[in-house]
């Protein structure tokens, strides 16, 4: 029998009638044998996220505050979806260990966790299928880094055991039990890696988002949807914007960055410049993003939010390491990707991009294709972040309609 992974993301359960319609789909088809359930999401615009309220009780928690009325917030938010299933399924229980292990400090991941677990009990109640902790089958080493060997044979193994399996998304747990979890929308990542290990013939995420967006419909209104899409170009796309298997597809994808640019007259003649620049970044632990240099002058794009704090350590440590003429820090530049598989074999698509960005008076400070010719990455000035988007989005769909 075919075998199908399916993840639902947190407003296709955010209750009781999204609940229903999702275990609806599962019954469809009895090829969807293994559900990755996230937690309950927003009901409604301004409704707040399970997993923020679980969030949020456990920092009062953590301070020793009184968190009855917290939590009992989240157990409603449970007891109308048991209830409104008709559901002979009680939570109280682990209600009670949750309050406990809130209480003796268990942390914030383990908090965070309970979102998915409870949803999978749930989920595991609603269609009758074996409940399978994620924190048994997805591993993560102490340093709170994810192993996907382990997991990988830990899944395997134990899902080859059911033939029909609920495992909750977004946490796993080290050796020892403490629970762990991945970065936030990250079902989608147990939903991939329970799909590797069966060998499934079909990985289904649903949301309540119809399929995937050409660029971010924050600054284009109703932008058209992606028809087919590669592994790689969501690979590019999800790196760029993280989020797109599990939120709405962003195309282009804004990160902050700062470029640094590092100038040294025969800069081109010293050989292992570069790698000593790059030296100073990795022992600071910051990873870069992208290196467009010139003969004197060498740029490193960081991200804003990891680089800002190290600053001081980091340009000391490039004087240190190559005794530059000059370094210069710029700051708030957005990066946006273009991609597409089709770029390869077409001519005139970084003329089109450019030619629309002069037109649409946006500056281009930065310009990076690789090898692979599936993405042009361009840097601007943050304020110029939606005019290019708009610019971009307009020459290939608006003008090709
Ligand atoms: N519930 C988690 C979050 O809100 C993970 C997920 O939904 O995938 O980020």
Redesign the pocket.
Known sequence: MRKIVVKF??SSLANAEQFKKSADIVRQDASRRYVIP??P?KRFDGDT?V?DMLYGCYRTAEKGLDFTNQLRAIRERYNEIILGLSLDLSLDDEFEVIEQNFKNGAGLEYAASR??YLNGKIMAACLGYEFVDAAEVVRFETDGGFDPEVTNQLMAARLETCERAVIP??YGAEENGKVRTFS?????ITGSLAARAICADMYETWTDVSGFLVTDPRIVKNPETIETITYRELRELAYMGATVL?EEAIFPVRKEGIPINIEKSLMNSEIGFGRKVLQVFEDQGISFEHMPSGIDTMTIYVHQSEFEEKEQQVIAGIHRAVQPDFVEMESDLALIAVVGRGMKSTRGTAGRIFSALAHANVNVKMIDQGSSELNIIIGVENRDFETAVRAIYDIFVITQM
């Open positions: 993301g947190g996230s937690a999401g996220k997993t979102g998915e998304g977004f936030r929308g990250g079902s989608d599990h």
